[in-house]
């Protein structure tokens, strides 16, 4: 790696000169993240914001191939299924599952039949908001024998039993039985295209059934309460873009169908193969399992897959991916306003896999008085040294901290980087900076580039015809 970045002819842009990292933001624990939540004004029910500081998400995925510290309080989704194609096999953030819980309000004593238990987290956490009876409702024989082998081996049947909650397990034979079951609350956990018609029966009187409904191709989580002298009543809360239920198994809850064993798919074997293709995949459709406002998850998708984002590998590794997913979301975070769960996840993408775009996404979380806003982009520079967004940032800062001559040799610098996707910026910034110092010839030829990559900019055709008028 270049350490004399004097060599390349830019003596005007020392790295030598700026300042070195001073504070590296990594994810926290859990517990810190459900903390933060709650200060956010996100999770204000404190029995559920206690429940998901006790109820480790980590523990309940597939093991993870390289070790990520903290994974677990990240705003990513972690696989507990090998087979991502099987819906409800990742389980969600913690944002998205402290609100649901604050929304569905368990409390002590309920009756609880979860459709869709999400590797057991969700089940952990319905145990520990006092529910006396859980029934876990998994439809594929194989999966359902893996949650309970699990739900042992992490010792769960000995919490269950100290809390004084009866825990069982059952698969859709349980829809077309005669039983004395009545549910405080039912939740269920993948999308549906109807009501479920076929577990009215089972809620009591003020119970609630919880579930997501397509409309509209939109998946919205629903609220339906059966009412005195029988009255359902339905109302709409939220967005949550959940995997839609196979067929026979809407058919089931919905109405229409008599459950048959003959056609209970069964589950597939763990291998490492599949394990490390969960992971590699668990991200890639950013919106699955997300809960929010439209507007939300339209921006949680462009974001996503925005030009911005240039971390590409062939034959990418685990801990490859899961920098780059860190990244992608620790961009998404920033856009949204929430710079220092941002930090961590760019810091942490870094640890793991270093590259340009993490560390100067990184920098740009801090305020332009914050040294570490400087110092970040060098070790973005650093890592890559063509990656011309790092060079352009650094110009915007010196700029803005009233450095105009210094900043135009880092503008320069970043258009004539090899790797810079948004040239037009840094020809845009060196007209600005070329205006205030009254080169109003060499802003004119700058604004003229400008222009020729950003032809629909209104801003930028005036600035050019500011500059012309000058010139004759």
Same mark, same amino acid.
């Given at each position: 790696?270049?350490?004399?970045?004097?060599?390349?002819?830019?003596?005007?842009?020392?790295?030598?000169?700026?300042?070195?990292?001073?504070?590296?933001?990594?994810?926290?624990?859990?517990?810190?993240?459900?903390?933060?939540?709650?200060?956010?004004?996100?999770?204000?029910?404190?029995?559920?914001?206690?429940?998901?500081?006790?109820?480790?998400?980590?523990?309940?995925?597939?093991?993870?191939?390289?070790?990520?510290?903290?994974?677990?309080?990240?705003?990513?989704?972690?696989?507990?299924?090998?087979?991502?194609?099987?819906?409800?096999?990742?389980?969600?953030?913690?944002?998205?599952?402290?609100?649901?819980?604050?929304?569905?309000?368990?409390?002590?004593?309920?009756?609880?039949?979860?459709?869709?238990?999400?590797?057991?987290?969700?089940?952990?956490?319905?145990?520990?908001?006092?529910?006396?009876?859980?029934?876990?409702?998994?439809?594929?024989?194989?999966?359902?024998?893996?949650?309970?082998?699990?739900?042992?081996?992490?010792?769960?049947?000995?919490?269950?039993?100290?809390?004084?909650?009866?825990?069982?397990?059952?698969?859709?034979?349980?829809?077309?039985?005669?039983?004395?079951?009545?549910?405080?609350?039912?939740?269920?956990?993948?999308?549906?295209?109807?009501?479920?018609?076929?577990?009215?029966?089972?809620?009591?009187?003020?119970?609630?059934?919880?579930?997501?409904?397509?409309?509209?191709?939109?998946?919205?989580?629903?609220?339906?309460?059966?009412?005195?002298?029988?009255?359902?009543?339905?109302?709409?809360?939220?967005?949550?873009?959940?995997?839609?239920?196979?067929?026979?198994?809407?058919?089931?809850?919905?109405?229409?169908?008599?459950?048959?064993?003959?056609?209970?798919?069964?589950?597939?074997?763990?291998?490492?193969?599949?394990?490390?293709?969960?992971?590699?995949?668990?991200?890639?459709?950013?919106?699955?399992?997300?809960?929010?406002?439209?507007?939300?998850?339209?921006?949680?998708?462009?974001?996503?897959?925005?030009?911005?984002?240039?971390?590409?590998?062939?034959?990418?590794?685990?801990?490859?991916?899961?920098?780059?997913?860190?990244?992608?979301?620790?961009?998404?975070?920033?856009?949204?306003?929430?710079?220092? =769960?941002?930090?961590?996840?760019?810091?942490?993408?870094?640890?793991?896999?270093?590259?340009?775009?993490?560390?100067?996404?990184?920098?740009?979380?801090?305020? =332009?008085?914050?040294?570490?806003?400087?110092?970040?982009?060098?070790?973005?520079?650093?890592?890559?040294?063509?990656?011309?967004?790092?060079?352009?940032?650094?110009?915007?800062?010196?700029?803005?901290?009233?450095?105009?001559?210094?900043?135009?040799?880092?503008?320069?610098?970043?258009?004539?980087?090899?790797?810079?996707?948004?040239?037009?910026?840094?020809?845009?910034?060196?007209?600005?900076?070329?205006?205030?110092?009254?080169?109003?010839?060499?802003?004119?030829?700058?604004?003229?580039?400008?222009?020729?990559?950003?032809?629909?900019?209104?801003?930028?055709?005036?600035?050019?015809?500011?500059?012309?008028?000058?010139?004759?």
């Amino acid at each position: 790696m270049e350490r004399d970045w004097r060599v390349r002819g830019i003596s005007d842009c020392d790295l030598e000169l700026l300042p070195e990292v001073f504070s590296w933001p990594k994810l926290c624990s859990q517990s810190e993240a459900v903390e933060r939540l709650a200060y956010m004004g996100t999770l204000e029910d404190s029995t559920v914001k206690d429940v998901l500081c006790k109820t480790p998400r980590g523990v309940h995925a597939l093991p993870l191939p390289s070790k990520v510290e903290n994974i677990e309080s990240s705003a990513l989704k972690l696989p507990w299924w090998p087979d991502l194609e099987t819906p409800n096999s990742l389980l969600p953030g913690l944002f998205e599952t402290g609100h649901i819980f604050q929304m569905v309000d368990i409390e002590q004593n309920d009756c609880v039949l979860l459709i869709g238990p999400r590797g057991n987290w969700w089940t952990e956490i319905i145990l520990h908001l006092g529910a006396k009876k859980i029934m876990v409702l998994e439809t594929d024989n194989g999966r359902r024998e893996v949650l309970q082998n699990r739900w042992r081996d992490l010792r769960l049947d000995i919490v269950a039993k100290a809390l004084n909650c009866e825990i069982e397990w059952c698969g859709l034979e349980y829809v077309n039985k005669e039983n004395s079951y009545v549910w405080d609350k039912i939740i269920i956990t993948g999308g549906l295209n109807t009501i479920p018609s076929n577990l009215l029966k089972d809620i009591d009187i003020n119970g609630e059934i919880w579930t997501p409904i397509k409309n509209n191709n939109r998946v919205v989580l629903q609220k339906i309460t059966k009412e005195i002298f029988g009255e359902i009543k339905s109302q709409q809360i939220t967005l949550w873009d959940v995997d839609m239920l196979d067929r026979y198994t809407e058919n089931i809850l919905c109405g229409s169908l008599i459950f048959e064993e003959d056609l209970v798919k069964e589950g597939l074997e763990e291998s490492p193969d599949l394990i490390r293709d969960a992971w590699l995949c668990a991200n890639e459709n950013p919106t699955r399992d997300r809960l929010g406002p439209e507007s939300l998850l339209e921006i949680i998708e462009e974001v996503w897959h925005s030009k911005d984002i240039l971390i590409e590998k062939n034959n990418i590794s685990v801990k490859d991916s899961i920098a780059k997913d860190l990244f992608k979301m620790g961009h998404v975070l920033q856009k949204i306003g929430v710079f220092r =769960i941002a930090a961590e996840h760019h810091g942490t993408s870094y640890l793991l896999s270093p590259s340009a775009e993490s560390a100067c996404y990184l920098g740009k979380t801090y305020s =332009i008085d914050n040294e570490d806003s400087l110092a970040w982009q060098r070790k973005a520079i650093e890592t890559n040294p063509h990656f011309g967004e790092a060079w352009n940032e650094i110009g915007e800062i010196l700029m803005k901290r009233g450095e105009v001559q210094n900043a135009i040799n880092w503008f320069r610098e970043a258009i004539a980087s090899k790797n810079y996707s948004k040239r037009g910026v840094a020809w845009t910034n060196l007209t600005r900076a070329q205006m205030e110092l009254n080169q109003d010839i060499s802003a004119f030829f700058s604004a003229q580039k400008a222009s020729e990559l950003f032809p629909d900019d209104k801003e930028l055709k005036e600035l050019l015809f500011y500059l012309s008028e000058d010139l004759v």
